[in-house]
């Protein structure tokens, strides 16, 4: 996509740029109009010299409505494109689904080329490509998936030398040379298996990849199914012997919950398939639970509620914190307040150290921030605790933690998985930083009664 101007720009005037300078962008979009063969080679030759003079390279996939474009090149040359591309009107709904530093290019030599089912290719002059059914399928299936996807169309090497070597890599021929080699090894490493973890809702970074599973997609399938025997015994098979759940909320249970959001997104299951298969996830946990190792929790306990936010229909976030902090030898207290008031009466009924509430672990939910924003001051307002810590989680707070911050929490996570220490971190946290939404910089108040005697001594046996 392109609003730039229409003059083909000179192959030659290429600028080059050192591989760590290079930076990657991948997003889809959706057309405001139809475009023919004709709007679409337009839209080419625009995209093609604006891509040359920033030294940008990359392939555009046009699917009926829908855009999905790789970009790579200087990160300014990059994120000015971006801008552009931002600002055209035959498109909309753009979403960024990747974002990172590259070593090298993938779709090296590419300006821009484009992948489309079907197109007269006479208009073209060899620079459109059919896309393999897979890809297009894929990428109708699982949108997010589109990194993935289109690292595929790569384009195989051409001439009569590459062709010496191909012949000579082939079976009971030389191995392949240790350049081509090295290329196809940055290539596997660099983006092809980041794409692949990134398009499962899996974390792509060396650190983490060992903790994810990517069959977490396949259980979302199953949980939308009819038979719900089949998603429990995966969960079975993928848990082992240990007994612990645990250990498969960040791998497995919440991408399983995002990956039913992007089924519903993709129109592959409708939204009470997805609360159906949020509610047998929610059932999962709770029985694989029932025989998890209880840890003894040494000291006072603090005080946690946990509750969905009011009006969330999706409790999943909250089952998963109770789960995990019961298991960790706390006792929490699960609740499901209907309004503002209801969650004001409980945190107003007793002392609260810490208050969590969660959104839709499946939808992102952004929406709802705003209100968020209100619940949880009316809820500070009302709390018997100065000092009350307010702890958001759900998908939309995966990656996102200043989006806390945002709505007047204290902590935010896109995870379950040691919800324990978020919690204490948060208490230990000097109150006098923590501001109120409503009135500005709050300090810690007198203690109040036994309750406030109580909170001092959590603190204290944490180190405070």
């Not at 399938?221 to 089949?230: H, I, M, R, Y």
Request: glycine share 8%; aromatic share 4%; with cysteine.
């Amino acid at each position: 996509m392109s609003d730039a101007s229409s003059v083909t720009a000179d192959p030659s005037t290429r600028r080059t740029t050192a591989p760590a300078d290079l930076a990657t962008v991948v997003y889809r979009s959706r057309a405001v109009a139809p475009l023919c063969d004709e709007g679409l080679r337009r839209l080419m030759r625009t995209a093609q010299a604006r891509n040359c003079r920033e030294a940008v390279t990359g392939v555009l996939l046009h699917d009926d409505d829908r855009f999905f474009q790789w970009l790579e090149g200087p990160a300014e040359g990059v994120e000015r494109v971006m801008r552009s591309i931002r600002g055209d009107p035959r498109h909309t709904d753009l979403e960024v689904l990747d974002r990172r530093a590259s070593p090298a290019r993938v779709f090296d030599g590419w300006d821009m080329k484009l992948a489309t089912p079907g197109a007269a290719s006479g208009l073209w002059d060899g620079e459109v490509l059919e896309p393999p059914r897979g890809i297009v399928e894929g990428l109708r299936r699982r949108p997010a998936a589109a990194p993935a996807l289109l690292v595929k169309l790569v384009p195989p090497p051409a001439g009569p030398a590459v062709r010496d070597r191909h012949e000579a890599s082939s079976p009971g021929g030389p191995a392949l040379s240790r350049t081509t080699a090295s290329v196809l090894k940055s290539v596997i490493l660099d983006a092809v298996i980041p794409s692949l973890l990134h398009g499962h809702g899996l974390p792509a970074t060396e650190a983490e990849r060992s903790e994810g599973n990517p069959r977490a997609p396949e259980l979302a399938e199953l949980l939308v199914a009819s038979d719900q025997a089949a998603s429990l015994d995966l969960i079975r098979e993928l848990r082992g012997h240990d007994g612990d759940a645990r250990r498969l909320y960040a791998p497995l249970f919440e991408p399983a919950a995002r990956s039913l959001g992007d089924l519903w997104g993709d129109d592959l299951c409708s939204e009470f398939d997805v609360a159906l298969g949020l509610c047998r996830l929610q059932t999962a946990v709770r029985l694989l639970g029932v025989d998890a190792p209880r840890t003894v929790f040494r000291g006072v306990q603090p005080n946690v509620l946990v509750a969905p936010v009011p009006g969330e229909p999706h409790q999943l976030v909250g089952a998963l914190d109770s789960e995990w902090l019961w298991n960790a030898g706390w006792a929490p207290r699960l609740e499901f307040p209907a309004d503002d008031r209801a969650l004001a009466d409980l945190v107003s009924a007793t002392w609260i150290d810490v208050l969590d509430l969660s959104l839709s672990a499946a939808f992102r939910r952004a929406e709802a921030l705003p209100r968020l924003a209100r619940t949880i001051a009316h809820a500070r307002r009302a709390s018997r605790n100065p000092a009350l810590v307010v702890v958001v989680g759900g998908r939309a707070f995966v990656g996102d933690g200043a989006a806390g911050a945002d709505v007047g929490a204290d902590l935010a996570s896109g995870t379950s998985r040691n919800v324990d220490r978020l919690m204490l971190r948060g208490m230990r946290m000097d109150t006098a930083d923590r501001p109120d939404p409503a009135t500005g910089p709050r300090r810690r108040g007198p203690c109040r009664g036994d309750a406030g005697g109580r909170s001092e001594t959590v603190l204290s046996r944490l180190g405070r």
